[in-house]
């Protein structure tokens, strides 16, 4: 799922060093090279509406940062930390989501692409999947996605996250648990064992 | 999502990893002029930022230079 950042992280770094020395040329080669994995991150966090004005916040605010950004360490990491931080500024300005009205079905309008009766389903059960992700408190939906979605390891996570190792690992234990009990009490049908 | 769990997973946690994984394959698109709009708005926030901090630097070394020299008059009397 997550692409290990060792191979890039010399060119990364060249990338930085370019930009700071005004390239902006290099600062769209970074911007390339991660905005997959910080749309993602950011619609996971913060939703999908919001994801594109997460992720421009967070490579804009990396752009004023770089200076600060050591060559040493993992540009993905540090990226991540930010949108991170970013994503969860935005949901703190937000006014709190309703837990239960999102169940209602999706926009007949938006979902008028004729697919497949079975891809259709897929589609409004991962949506729905995303939005259970977002009755999470943003700290276990941040680990969750991390960890689960994205599968970045427990130290990268605790790294962007800023908390301890252990934190991480309580948080993603409860993360799991919660999920699996709002999925439960869930009406549609998320075929869960007992 | 391999995970060093010592203990075994749950039925439900099975479910919930296989649920998670389909959302994992699906990613969310951005706008294909992403990069090239965020690269905008950053050239745009440099253009304003870099003379304001000129601005503010100038305006800091005036004022402790003016501080410096009242400070010291009145140290004189």
Same mark, same amino acid.
């Given at each position: ?136 408190? &943003? ?56 | ?6 203990? &075994? ?18 990613? &969310? ?19 304003? #930022?870099?003379?304001?901090?000129? #601005? ?22």
């Amino acid at each position: 799922m997550s692409g290990d950042t060792a191979s890039t992280a010399p060119a990364d770094a060249a990338y930085v060093q370019a930009t700071l020395r005004g390239d902006l040329r290099a600062f769209e080669a970074l911007v390339e090279r991660h905005r997959d994995v910080v749309v993602r991150v950011a619609a996971r966090i913060a939703g999908r509406d919001e994801a594109e004005d997460v992720s421009q916040d967070a490579f804009l605010r990396a752009f004023h940062r770089l200076g600060r950004y050591r060559a040493d360490a993992s540009f993905r990491a540090w990226l991540l930390q930010i949108t991170h931080n970013a994503a969860v500024d935005h949901i703190s300005r937000r006014r709190p989501e309703p837990v239960e009205t999102p169940e209602a079905p999706e926009d007949p309008e938006r979902t008028v692409a004729r697919l497949p009766a079975e891809r259709l389903e897929s589609r409004e059960r991962l949506a729905r999947l995303e939005r259970k992700l977002r009755g999470l408190s &943003p700290d276990a939906r941040v680990v969750l996605v991390l960890r689960d979605i994205e599968g970045l390891s427990y130290e990268e996570i605790a790294d962007i996250t800023q908390a301890p190792l252990g934190t991480v690992k309580v948080r993603l234990f409860r993360a799991r648990r919660d999920l699996i009990e709002m999925l439960r009490r869930n009406t549609y049908d998320w075929e869960l064992p007992e | 999502m391999s995970d060093d769990r010592s203990e &075994p997973i749950t039925p439900a946690e099975q479910r919930l990893e296989e649920l998670l994984a389909q959302l994992a394959a699906e990613h &969310p698109t951005s706008d294909p002029a992403f990069a090239a709009t965020v690269v905008q708005r950053a050239r745009f926030q440099r253009a304003i #930022v870099t003379p304001l901090r000129t #601005v503010g630097t100038l305006v800091l070394s005036v004022g402790e230079s003016v501080w410096l020299i009242f400070g010291l008059r009145r140290g004189d009397r």
